[in-house]
């Protein structure tokens, strides 16, 4: 079965300085990774994808994520925080070649504060 | 801008009485899930749909809800009859398997709903 963990359940940082959230998924096969971001009433908007190549991915407001596969992991950065990252993080981990397996697993959430 | 609608965004209702929450999907997608978020479960899947077929509702209580995809254009969720547990934000999100775009789920904002 797919699962993932995020260990920090709450992580608060000050404006400016660097992020990292962890992500550990367990997949029995290649997985497809992401990451969504939640802010408070709305959806969830997809930040970064992994589906394969390099594992050093790029997303979207200045994200990134590094793919490991020795270590299950799937860590999302950012090297300088805005107040406007303020959110909540979702990682997710899925297959690509059809039926159950577009199923995604999300993580429970990592929160992020950012302090001015 | 294509987006996944969810109406309505909010439904407060007695205990009892049925529930309708409805979706219209991205244009083109044909894949469709839908979501339960709570507090201490996270986010859970309740049920995938693709090509309007239901392929996978084993996350839903098969009593009190039922999901539904009556054209490719609507999908609908109901609880009939709600109790208070079912008090959640359920999410739509929609999908594409054509190869460029396998397993992004784009999300909805979310039905809040609570059930007095």
């Known amino acids: 079965a797919q699962s993932v963990t995020q260990p920090d359940i709450h992580i608060t940082v000050s404006e400016g300085a660097s992020l990292e959230l962890r992500c550990n998924y367990s997949y029995g096969a290649t997985p497809y990774l992401f990451w969504y971001v939640q802010s408070p009433g709305q959806g969830l908007q997809l930040l970064l994808k992994y589906f394969s190549g390099d594992t050093l991915v790029q997303g979207i407001k200045g994200f990134e994520a590094e ?11 950012k090297p300088s925080v805005h107040w406007s990252d303020a959110a909540e993080y979702f990682c997710a981990v899925g297959g690509g070649s059809g039926g159950s397996n577009y199923k995604l697993t999300f993580g429970k959430g990592t929160l992020l504060t950012v302090n001015p | 801008d294509a987006r996944v609608t969810q109406t309505p965004r909010h439904k ?14 991205i244009l083109g997608h044909n894949t469709v899930f839908w979501y339960r978020q709570t507090m201490m479960q996270g986010l859970e899947l309740l049920a995938y749909f693709r090509n309007r077929a239901p392929l996978d509702d084993s996350g839903m209580p098969k009593d009190r809800f039922s999901a539904e995809m009556p054209d490719a254009t609507l ?19 929609s999908g594409s398997t054509h190869l460029t775009r396998q397993n992004i789920q784009y999300f909805g904002a979310g039905t809040r709903l609570s059930v007095l």
């Open chain 1, 67 to 77: 793919f490991k596969r020795s270590q299950s992991s799937f860590n999302l950065r």
């Open chain 2, 12 to 25: 407060v209702t007695e205990m009892g009485q049925e529930v309708t929450m409805r979706c219209q999907p």
């Open chain 2, 75 to 93: 999908a609908t969720l109901k609880i009939q009859p709600s109790e208070p547990r079912d008090s959640a934000v359920y999410f739509c999100a």
